[in-house]
């Protein structure tokens, strides 16, 4: 064999040996303290976008894998993609009801009624096939894509843009306010996302969420920032001292704590996100993680 041959040989399987050492999903039973390994039957090479949980199924969007699924708390993973186009890139998923939500690059909105088993297009009405994210909100469904924000108010058989030319990257509630973050900034609507207007615009922001008392916007400012509000969007506090100078991907609540994903593993904070400290025991040191979800038996991380 080549010497140039054999030493790509090699290359590649001590990759392949690392990213498989490194894994790509991980558990917290503890509120994100120490993580454990669960990632059997997932491609180490698939990159995870989103996480959802429905009635004992754990759904995972990946950015050329398609979709898979976990129905035993992550001890095995099972591809599901019964009628998505090949390699699909997911970059959103969402439950409504009895139903899955997927958004995709390119390709649109897909629905699921069993649970992840199969997959139907739903498109009537979208004009734009980049789908960023999606939030429900009441009775309706909301999809950020490249183009603004639609609507559904028939439990996504139909789609109207209500807010457009922007690009919307993460959108929250809370006490009946929608806030969507967007390259541009961040936009509130008191009317159930049929009229909006600016809080935030000194940055793009990548994405958004609530703990019931704050808004927390990540954002790309700078080196990237957390940033926090309860006023919406009169004043904006600094929220990120403890983290890495990077931005934040993903900050969820679970209890009173909050989690944050970082370029380096997973931190926590038990106050509001005044400080944060590091909490990353059983992950795979120095890496970075980008999802979240909580779910009845425990914390999902997962790295991009």
Known sequence: MPRVLLVAVIFSLICNIACAQDGRIFLSKDSGNIWKRMDQGFPQEAVVNDLAYTKGVVIAGTQAHGVFVSRDELNTWQASNQGLPKNIKVDALEIFENKILLGSFKHGLFISEDNGRSWRATHKGLTDSTVRCIHTFETRIIAGTNNGIYVSTDKGKTWRNIFQRRQINGITSMNGRIY???????????????????????????????????????????????????????????????????????????GQRLLACQWDGVYKSDNNANTWTKSSEGLSPGKPFKELLITPFGVITARP
Do not use: C
């Open 180 to 254: 969507a973050a967007g390259a541009d900034g961040i936009f509130l609507s008191l009317e159930q996302g049929e009229n909006w207007r600016i809080i935030y615009h000194k940055a793009s922001v990548h994405n958004i969420s609530s703990n019931g008392m704050y808004v927390f916007a990540m954002s790309y400012e700078g080196t990237g920032k957390i940033l926090k509000t309860n006023d919406d969007g009169a004043t904006w506090l600094r929220s990120d001292a403890g983290l890495p100078a990077k931005y934040t991907f993903q900050v969820e609540k679970i």
